[in-house]
């Protein structure tokens, strides 16, 4: 989720700016799944990552919706995972009251769109205006199309997607010695010594 979310959880500016002052110049690399969130925070991490001086590869693995589309376009590279999409849609708001209050509510969201649109097209290479209507459409897109469209630079490889068997195996054995030793009677501390 982009923003802080009520357990704390969550991808805020003030987070990723000590991310990314932890990495320093070298190149960073973001894995995004995210259902979007805050539109501000979303805006603040996307010009936290263009400002930043390293390479910045986004990775779409699953999605980047709404405010995460966003923070995706930062990417100087933007692959889009197998099976993987992006969402992109207007800006959302709660609004309580009467006509005038909702119409001074559509106002105050007007310019919140523009900019998004603005960030999309400086992206794709499409205009403003095109963009705008695939927000206005809540348009989902698949990872083909992002690439097509502009939205991704390419394809995550799968074979760039590893997964450490030896190291899950390894604890596997691990756990079931240690279990072993335990039944035998002997103590924890023996049982560490051992297994280092």
């Known amino acids: 989720q982009i923003g802080e ?16 002052r932890s990495i320093g110049a ?21 010009n936290l990552l263009r400002q930043h001086q390293g390479k910045v ?12 589309s966003v923070i ?14 992006m969402m992109i849609h207007n800006a959302w708001a709660v609004a309580v009251g009467n006509r005038h ?10 310019p919140f769109d523009e900019a998004m649109a603005s960030v999309y097209a400086a992206r794709t290479g499409m205009t403003p205006k095109a963009a705008a209507k695939l927000m206005d459409a809540e348009t989902w897109i698949g990872a083909t199309q992002a690439v097509a469209d502009g939205f991704a630079t390419g394809m995550l490889e799968t074979a760039s997607i590893k997964q450490d068997t ?10 079931t010695v240690d279990t072993a030793l335990a039944k035998s009677g002997m103590p924890r501390s023996e049982r560490r010594e051992i297994l280092k």
């Open 101 to 110: 209050d909702m119409q001074a509510a559509s106002e105050q969201l007007a």
């Open 26 to 46: 070298k190149d960073v690399t973001v894995n995004m799944n995210s259902p979007g969130g805050d539109f501000f925070e979303g805006v603040a991490v996307y």
């Open 72 to 85: 995706a376009m930062a990417g100087d590279e933007i692959n889009m995972g197998d099976g993987s999409f």
């Open 166 to 175: 030896q190291a899950s195996a390894t604890t596997k054995y691990l756990a």
């Open 57 to 68: 590869t986004v990775n779409v693995m699953g999605l980047a919706a709404s405010a995460a």
């Open 5 to 20: 979310s009520w357990d704390g959880s969550g991808m805020t500016a003030k987070r990723m700016a000590g991310i990314l």
